[in-house]
């Protein structure tokens, strides 16, 4: 029997209560998206774009299970783990569905990683088959992991979609997975520097697309979504893989990387809706003379990765006459559990929780704290993670029972509205992306001139992006100058990503540490 | 303005974003020499604009060199004139 009719019943109810008791105990996601679209007749229907090319939800299936049968001759086995590191491509597309029909377990890899990283994820996730592209391959040759067996390759000699092709049609029954058991793998910065791999199961993303896509964002097969956020982030997963496939729509692939990028691809293709990050959207906004963008298409704007500003909401609503719903998800809980709405919005809050989820601030020992008063986020869902990979005592830390607590420090209104306040720990985010002080303050302690360095968050109260502002006393021999703060950035520019170099480098006599010697970033953050 | 004159601009421009001068040619490309980031693009877009009043949209997928960005200046000034 077909997993789409035996789930025929179930798409006829409401998923409020408990989703995953409605799953039937053989459920395999991939298999499931594919054949609800086939049987609804949507095989002729654009699954997505990618730069010339659209491929069908057909033309999916067909190379879907192409994928599971390459990949099953080459000896992966259910459970496997199976790295993609690409950006987003029709190969990534179908390597990560055809691994998870397969029952095997993909494992996005964010491009954005440094190269350490990406060996440490290789590692640790013990992946068997990598499937990247040739520049990857030299960059990070050699790959010392005695667990990868093969590597695919998007282009070169034998390129992945080609031997694809040579494929038979032949029809490839799909795993006989569970609901319950892991699918598939996203890597989120750890607190101890090294990525954590965080586990989610195949019912996970039906959460998501339920309660998230259909329910709050009203998703249909007419929508066209274009993400900022790429794959391998759990943001970009939903917007650009599960959310689209649950109902039929179409999605767009794309390697844009700046606003100019975006704007033209939202004028070439013309989505109907734009997951974006705060970050992009104030990008857009600085070139409107340069290059208005064409919203005629769009019907919804949303952003999370970060807190928006609220001048950029109002900005964006002036300027283009949309409003954007704000939310906040997590890796953890896979996809956006607080979101404002339509009719709703309050900028600079994260909204209100969505139908489905559990969201409380809470005090150090779980009671909930009155409203108006900060505390801990604590969210329960039927997307909660089943754990880090191999980091009990993390996992452990992050669960209660069948919630979460973020690290995130929050404040809910009267009103029911969700306010962020910081962090737990000293990570923040910047362009949606974790930045922790510590690996910038190492790389500053590389330079010469510097005695001691302490890295914070600045954004003037809510009101601008974050930016990265260090402060650094120097060693004898060593004087201040817009010369030396040069050479210092000069240097961070060479051994990090970008976005993680300090805008501002404040030079102090000495840095205010706690009576342990840990550096007092929050006096920083008051004082100057 | 002669093209000498708006790669000194853009040389400028480039410095100000604490790129080392001595790494800056008629063919050095933004992307693969400079390694320039989405953000890091755009604001010389913006500062194009600001020094010069002229718009240039400087899209990453093709990477281009200082010399290009320059003939897309002059292009954009006569187009505008």
């Not at chain 1, 491929?55 to 299936?61: E, H, I, R, S």
């Not at chain 1, 067909?62 to 099953?72: D, E, M």
Request: glycine share 6%; proline share 5%.
């Amino acid at each position: 029997m077909s997993l789409y009719y035996s789930l025929g019943k179930l798409q006829k109810e409401t998923w409020m209560d408990s989703i995953s008791e409605k799953l039937p105990s053989i459920f395999n996601i991939a298999a499931y998206f594919l054949e609800s679209n086939l049987a609804q007749g949507r095989s002729e229907k654009v699954a997505f774009y990618y730069q010339d090319s659209t491929y069908t939800y057909a033309q999916l299936n067909s190379f879907v299970r192409r994928t599971a049968r390459l990949l099953s001759d080459l000896g992966l086995a259910r459970e496997n783990r199976i790295a993609i590191l690409l950006s987003d491509t029709p190969e990534s597309v179908f390597a990560f569905w055809g691994a998870i029909f397969l029952g095997a377990v993909p494992v996005p890899i964010n491009t954005a990683c440094t190269i350490d990283d990406i060996h440490y994820i290789l590692q640790d996730s013990r992946a068997k088959v990598l499937v990247t592209n040739q520049e990857w391959q030299e960059k990070l040759a050699p790959i010392h992991s005695q667990f990868l067996r093969k590597i695919l390759l998007k282009d070169g000699e034998q390129p992945f979609l080609s031997l694809l092709t040579q494929q038979t049609d032949e029809q490839l029954p799909y795993a006989e997975t569970s609901g319950d058991e892991p699918a598939f793998w996203l890597y989120t910065s750890g607190s101890t520097g090294k990525p954590k791999g965080v586990i989610h199961n195949h019912q996970s993303m039906v959460v998501c697309a339920e309660l998230y896509g259909k329910a709050k964002l009203g998703l249909h097969q007419n929508d066209i979504t274009y993400s900022v956020a790429k794959i391998p982030f759990a943001y970009g997963l939903g917007n650009s893989l599960y959310m689209p496939i649950a109902v039929g729509a179409a999605t767009i692939l794309s390697d844009a990387n700046n606003a100019f990028d975006i704007i033209a691809d939202i004028d070439r293709y013309r989505p109907t809706i734009l997951f974006g990050i705060p970050s992009i959207y104030a990008s857009i906004l600085s070139v409107h003379e340069i290059a208005p963008l064409n919203t005629s298409s769009l019907r919804l704007c949303l952003s999370a990765a970060e807190q928006l500003p609220k001048t950029i909401w109002y900005k964006w609503r002036d300027t283009y006459g949309i409003e954007i719903y704000e939310g906040i998800g997590t890796t953890e809980l896979l996809h956006i559990f607080l979101s404002n709405a339509e009719g709703e919005c309050r900028p600079g809050s994260s909204g209100r929780p969505l139908s489905g989820y559990d969201v409380r601030v809470v005090d150090e020992k779980g009671f909930p704290v009155p409203a108006g008063e900060i505390g801990d986020l604590e969210v329960s869902g039927e997307s909660l993670m089943l754990g880090y990979w191999n980091r009990l005592r993390e996992t452990r830390q992050a669960l209660y029972g069948n919630a979460m607590r973020t690290g995130d420090k929050y404040l809910c209104d009267a009103d029911g509205y969700f306010w962020f306040m910081g962090r737990k720990d000293d990570f923040f985010k910047v362009n949606g992306m974790w930045v922790s002080p510590f690996e910038v303050e190492d790389v500053l302690l590389q330079h010469e001139g510097v005695l001691d360095a302490a890295v914070v968050p600045e954004c003037d109260r809510g009101e601008q992006l974050t930016e990265i502002i260090a402060y650094v006393s120097l060693k004898p021999g060593f004087d201040q100058s817009p010369d030396l703060e040069e050479k210092i950035r000069q240097l961070a520019r060479t051994r990090l990503p970008h976005f993680k170099v300090p805008k501002k480098i404040n030079f102090l006599e000495t840095l205010p540490r706690t009576p342990t010697g840990k550096i007092h970033r929050k006096s920083l953050l008051k004082t100057h | 303005m002669s093209i000498p004159k708006t790669m000194d601009t853009l040389k400028a421009i480039l410095a100000n974003l604490g790129i080392p001068e001595e790494s800056l040619h008629q063919d050095t490309l933004l992307r693969d020499n400079l390694q320039l980031d989405s953000v890091e693009t755009v604001q010389i877009s913006l500062e194009l604009k600001r020094r010069l009043g002229v718009n240039v949209r400087l899209e990453t997928r093709r990477d281009i060199t200082l010399a290009e960005v320059c003939n897309l200046v002059e292009a954009a000034m006569s187009a505008s004139h």
